[in-house]
């Protein structure tokens, strides 16, 4: 039985940093967000929005869009990292504010659970559920998986300019209009790791930036590895002898901390691609530099990361590699329509590696390209670590969803915050009374029951009309 992505809506708060003003703020050169790591704006939550009521106005969006009610619905998982209880499951606050509108009770009938592995959870809650499909459990239901975080890092930190918010819910059916995927190929790679990390009561992470960047590469290369040994021996793909998997993707779509993670991602694969096969010998000449290896090829990522020579020549490699006509044409085609939307919204962690898939369907499209029948290759991480590549097929209906994307038009008028109003959203220091925008139209938090009363945590939404 086939499974797949019907549909996808994006939600998005309205406040925003801008990039440039962040930059100058924190006495840093604005190129190196804009230009250095691709960032212009980062989206920020207002104080009277979490991420469940981002989830639950992805859902509503979604559900409204295609007339669904809540019998029309199956399983409703939420992926996230940015957890509200220790034992409460956020879709159970989703599923509180959608039976405001549905009707108490309207969704009891309908399964799930809130799933953690850093960014890489809503990539496993969509495995998990295509197979809920495919072993014919679903009673012609609906699963709906949303993926919605706030990423939000320590003021004065490196990760704060990789901040960002938003939740974006999948519909998922056995007659996908959108994406089916491809069966059997799912491939992971896991190891216990300490790159970013949130331990308990603290609301932002522990993290060791270049240690995470490299062990995201590291490990999306594993699961890419895997997936190919799947692809050949499923007979999804047969490979020629000057041939790469990646040349059997149209699109590949990366996890996107930040806009230009893609790039670095996609030379890095390339690269690890490329070099056994015939075409490396013609691309070492346009780089005119032998790729460089480190003084301990099986050394730890602290030691490569220590390894001030190798690391330096791997830069300029890097630099000259992604300068030559055959990367940049895989860039430009396969890769740079799904980075547009990261850069007007910053980090979603669980959220950004769909933003980018939703982000490349609406700008391929507006480019006249026909999507039918193009293969996306999708490459998820999530801290921790573990990493999944899959792959999907755009369906010959795809249209009737993709002609009405327009993300900036979805996001609506956006607010573009002082630094002052930023850090005091930042540091939780208005109530939910005291939000910047009026909701309109959507869930927003009340309150959260304080300390002293009986049931301190419990939290208290509303529809805002
Ligand atoms: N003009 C233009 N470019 C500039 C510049 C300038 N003035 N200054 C610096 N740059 C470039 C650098 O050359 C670099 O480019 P390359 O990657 O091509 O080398 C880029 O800007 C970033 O500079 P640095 O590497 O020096 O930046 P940094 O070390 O201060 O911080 C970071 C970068 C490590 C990603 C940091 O923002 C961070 O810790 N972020 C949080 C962790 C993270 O996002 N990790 C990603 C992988 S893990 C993951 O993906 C899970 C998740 O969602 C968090």
Redesign the pocket.
């Known amino acids: 039985m086939a499974a797949g992505i019907d549909d996808i809506s994006v939600y998005i708060p309205k406040l925003y940093v801008d990039a440039s003003d962040f930059a100058e703020a924190r006495g840093l050169?604005p190129?190196?967000l804009v230009?250095?790591?691709g960032i212009s704006k980062m989206a920020i939550v207002d104080s009277n929005q979490d991420p469940a009521c981002l989830a639950a106005n992805a859902c509503l969006q979604i559900m409204q869009k295609n007339k669904l009610s809540p019998e029309d619905i199956g399983r409703l998982y939420v992926a996230t990292e940015s957890s509200l209880d220790e034992s409460k499951a956020m879709n159970s606050y989703v599923i509180g504010m959608l039976e405001q509108v549905y009707g108490s009770g309207s969704f009891q009938h309908c399964g799930g659970i809130e799933c953690k592995f850093?960014?890489v959870s809503g990539s496993y809650a969509l495995y998990d559920n295509s197979n809920w499909i495919r072993a014919g459990e679903s009673e012609d239901k609906h699963a709906l998986v949303v993926v919605s975080d706030i990423?939000k890092?320590d003021l004065g930190?490196?990760?704060e300019?990789?901040q960002g918010g938003g939740a974006i819910a999948m519909l998922l059916n056995d007659k996908p209009r959108l994406l089916e995927f491809d069966p059997k190929v799912t491939s992971t790679s896991i190891k216990n790791e300490y790159?970013?990390y949130r331990p308990f009561g603290k609301e932002t992470?522990v993290?060791h930036?270049?240690y995470?960047?490299l062990?995201?590469l590291i490990q999306v290369k594993n699961a890419l590895v895997d997936y190919t040994k799947k692809a050949i021996k499923t007979g999804l793909i047969t490979l020629a002898d000057d041939e790469s998997m990646l040349d059997h993707m149209d699109y590949i779509n990366m996890?996107l901390?930040?806009s230009?993670?893609g790039k670095?991602a996609l030379a890095y694969l390339v690269r690890h691609e490329w070099r056994s096969t015939p075409r490396w010998a013609k691309i070492i000449e346009q780089v005119g530099m032998n790729e460089p290896v480190p003084k301990d090829p099986r050394g730890t990522i602290e030691s490569i990361l220590a390894d001030s020579e190798f690391m330096t020549k791997d830069?300029e490699f890097?630099?000259r590699f992604a300068n030559t006509n055959d990367y940049q044409e895989v860039y430009e085609n396969k890769v740079a329509s799904s980075l547009i939307a990261s850069k007007m919204i910053g980090?979603l962690?669980t959220a950004?590696l769909y933003l980018g898939f939703r982000s490349c369907l609406e700008f391929e499209f507006q480019k006249g390209i026909d999507l039918d029948s193009k293969r996306f290759g999708f490459a998820s991480?999530?801290?921790g670590s573990s990493a999944m590549v899959f792959s999907g097929v755009i369906q010959p209906e795809y249209e009737e969803i993709v002609k009405d994307m327009n993300l900036e038009a979805e996001i609506g008028e956006r607010k573009k915050l002082s630094l002052e109003e930023y850090e005091q959203l930042h540091e939780n220091k208005l109530k939910p009374e005291q939000s910047l925008l009026n909701a309109k139209k959507e869930f927003v938090l009340e309150y959260v029951e304080g300390l002293s009363s009986e049931s301190r945590g419990e939290r208290r939404y509303s529809f805002a009309d």
């Open positions: 050169d190129q190196k230009r250095g790591l850093a960014c990423a890092y930190s490196s990760g300019m990789t790159d970013f992470p993290v930036g270049q995470s960047n062990l995201y996890h901390p930040y230009n993670m670095k830069h890097t630099k980090n962690y950004s991480y999530g801290s």
